[in-house]
């Protein structure tokens, strides 16, 4: 033992008044037990057990610096930790993980959170994102990537994870077929990933979603499931689809009890919608807490109001996108149904203006549980929303106090908007956080309204995340009697 | 000149002038939060740090003593990575400082900085860690940091194997 030695050489170990008082050595011999996490305290407790462990502290304080210090190299470095000690690959693996392109639960932070997020923050997440980014799975460009540790893949075990941030994305070409290495290498290691992200290629067949379905059993453990069809050359429109087999073809969906996330955002075929997707839904939509889709499923005329309480009751976080002209019937479903929503986003990709009514009346539906509202779309301005209210005087609903929301993000236009500044004045008592989406920053005049009328808001972000960095000023309120 | 006590895990206590003491992040905060609860403005604010040693909360206090003057680093001030912040805030003070320290040190530094929120000394602190680690081999590293490699089985064969997925040629 490295201790007794040091004391043979003369220099003699003190122990620490503790009760039991036991021997310098007997110290030792239990500090071999623990691990980095816990020996780093023992150092700091007294000068004794400082000096006791002097000699293997490299050894347990790297793993611990290495979060802090990955921040400052480059990724290829990164890697390199990886191989120096058990310890350090699984701060790595933990560091970058955390910072990984799937983010957590939670698919909307990506793009609506990082104003304030610090530079190093931000290298971390695109390393992580371009490690993900080897794991594509395609027979074009990515291929020789796959070829590269294949012939090893071929011969390792099943238990080992191959998959460093265990994402991997999945292209779908009916052109092409399946991929011949998709086939190897997920029903020996499929088990070991939490995020498929499927993009299906292709112009005329519904043959991929086929594939894709028929795969999912090789991925018994996911927990996100992200199916996108490319976007190149286009999507197609339903007149396109080859629809043969479409209506007799019976999905057998496996078993995924860890699925919680699933992203179908950018299937907007009414086709696919009607068949692929619901079945889908039908199968797994009870176990989703965070769901993403296009407004157009809402056009369905069998999602009533309580087909969908039964499908989502335990969806916490929602993601609702397309375009203005199928948003109307989406938020009036959404204002009618009970789901315990915490988070919510609403996103125009077009540029239609919403009727500022129907998405206070969406939002005020889940005033009990709603913390983070994300509204990203123009609303109509001032003079036609006067126009419309008149009109829908009769009907007007009973706008609720959101008991918990406390982070709006926003476009800047939804403050010109007199009924959405109202509902914030009025019926957001504890909003803390207002984000305004815009390119001109030093804008100041809506962040001034804000402090000015909202009792418990902490700080107003005016930022761009279009420009590159990204670019913000944030107002805070005045303290008052701020001592120098 | 109003003082702060900050106090060490291992009981030390350093007197130092609050405009010093702010200019960690962490300090500061706990100055304001002192400042509030206390009804007696007057009243010389007093620091448990119960996460850094002596030896090192004394090596931060000399490093932001010989840097009080330095204009205060924003978090985000570099735009895609932290890097470039080293280069231009190490002064030759900071390399005499580092040098005599071994890497253990500088590891319990680089801990302190972060959680006392002091962006420069993190910056150097780090950069000199990377020093070691750029460029070397795994063996040279190893022995740089007194490491024996643990790995059980073909674990670090595995371990390469997973990395040269994403090794870019």
């Known amino acids: 033992m490295e201790s007794l030695n040091k004391m043979k050489r003369g220099k003699p170990f003190r122990s620490p008044k503790t009760t039991p008082i036991l ?13 980095s996490e816990d020996l780093y305290p023992v150092t700091k407790t007294c000068v004794e057990w400082n000096e006791l462990l ?47 392109d799937s983010d957590d639960e939670d698919p909307f932070d990506r793009h609506c959170s990082h104003y304030e997020e610090s530079s190093s923050k931000r290298y971390l997440r695109s390393v992580a994102s371009s490690i993900s980014c080897s794991y594509m799975f395609t027979l074009s460009d990515f291929g020789y990537l796959l070829d590269k540790v294949y012939p090893d893949l071929s011969v390792a075990s099943s238990d080992v994870n191959p998959f460093l941030v265990r994402y991997i994305s999945y292209f779908s070409d009916f052109r092409l077929g399946n991929d011949p290495h998709v086939l190897n290498i997920l029903p020996k290691f499929g088990h070991h990933l939490l995020t498929l992200n499927c993009f299906i290629v292709g112009d005329s067949s519904t043959q991929p979603f086929h594939n894709i379905v028929a795969q999912l059993r090789l991925v018994p453990n996911i927990k996100r499931l992200w199916i996108r069809p490319q976007l190149w050359p286009r999507t197609p429109t339903d007149d396109e689809l080859d629809l043969t087999g479409l209506s007799t073809t019976v999905y057998e969906f496996p078993a995924l009890p860890k699925l919680v996330i699933l992203d179908v955002r950018l299937v907007n075929s009414n086709v696919l919608l009607d068949t692929v997707v619901l079945a889908m839904l039908r ?28 499908m989502f009751p335990n969806v916490k976080k929602f993601h609702l996108l397309g375009k203005g002209s199928d948003f109307a019937t989406g938020l009036e479903k959404l204002s009618n149904v009970s789901w315990p929503l915490e988070r919510l986003h609403l996103e125009v990709h077009d540029g239609d203006q919403i009727n500022p009514q129907n998405v206070i ?77 815009t390119s001109d920053i ?19 972000v005016l930022g761009s995340l279009k420009s590159l960095p990204v670019n913000f000023h944030t107002m805070r309120r005045p303290v008052p009697n701020e001592t120098l | 000149m109003a003082l702060v006590r900050v106090i060490s895990s291992d009981g ?39 996460t850094i040693r002596a030896e090192i909360l004394r090596l931060v206090l000399q490093w932001l003593q010989q840097h009080q003057n330095d204009p205060v680093l924003p978090a985000n001030q570099n735009e895609q990575d932290g890097r470039g912040d080293a280069e231009m805030g190490q002064s030759q003070w900071d390399r005499d400082f580092l040098a005599p320290m071994d890497l253990g040190i500088v590891m319990e530094l680089i801990l302190a900085a972060n959680h006392l929120e002091v962006k420069g000394l993190l910056d150097i602190t780090c950069k000199l860690v990377e020093s070691k680690i750029t460029g070397r081999t795994v063996d040279e590293i190893r022995t740089a940091f007194k490491l024996k490699s643990d790995f059980k089985g073909n674990e670090e064969e595995q371990t390469r194997l997973e990395n040269r997925w994403c090794v870019e040629n």
């Not at chain 1, 021997?23 to 691990?35: A, M, T």
């Not at chain 1, 797994?284 to 087909?307: G, R, W």
């Not at chain 2, 200019?23 to 007696?40: A, H, Q, V, Y």
């Open chain 1, 23 to 35: 021997p310098p050595e007997l110290w030792s011999h239990i500090f071999e037990f623990l691990g």
């Open chain 1, 283 to 310: 199968h797994y939509s009870k176990q989703l807490i965070c769901f993403t889709c296009d407004a157009k499923l809402f056009l369905l005329q069998e999602l009533n109001v309580d087909v969908l309480n039964l």
């Open chain 1, 442 to 460: 030093l804008c100041r005049e809506r962040g001034r309204w804000a402090l000015d009328n909202l009792r418990n808001l902490e700080k107003v």
């Open chain 2, 12 to 50: 030390a206590a350093f007197l130092v002038s609050q405009r010093l003491a702010k200019r960690s992040g962490k300090l500061k905060t706990e100055i304001e939060t002192f400042r509030k609860s206390s009804d007696n403005s007057e009243a010389q604010p007093e620091i448990r740090i119960v």
């Open chain 1, 54 to 100: 002097e000699d293997n502290k490299n050894a347990f304080l790297l793993p611990v610096v290495l979060p802090s210090v990955m921040k400052y190299v480059k990724k290829n470095t990164i890697l390199k930790f990886r191989t120096i000690s058990s310890l350090t690959r699984n701060a790595v693996d933990k560091t970058l993980q955390s910072f990984s």
């Open chain 1, 361 to 437: 009346s969406t939002i005020s539906n889940f005033h009990e549980n709603l913390e983070h509202l994300k509204v990203d779309c123009l609303l109509l301005p001032k003079q036609l929303e006067a126009n419309n209210c008149n009109e829908n005087e009769a009907e007007e609903k009973v706008v609720r106090k959101m008991s918990k929301l406390k982070i709006v993000r926003a476009k800047a236009n939804i403050l010109d908007s007199n009924l959405f500044c109202k509902f914030l004045k009025d019926n957001c008592p504890h909003l803390e956080e207002l984000y305004i989406e």
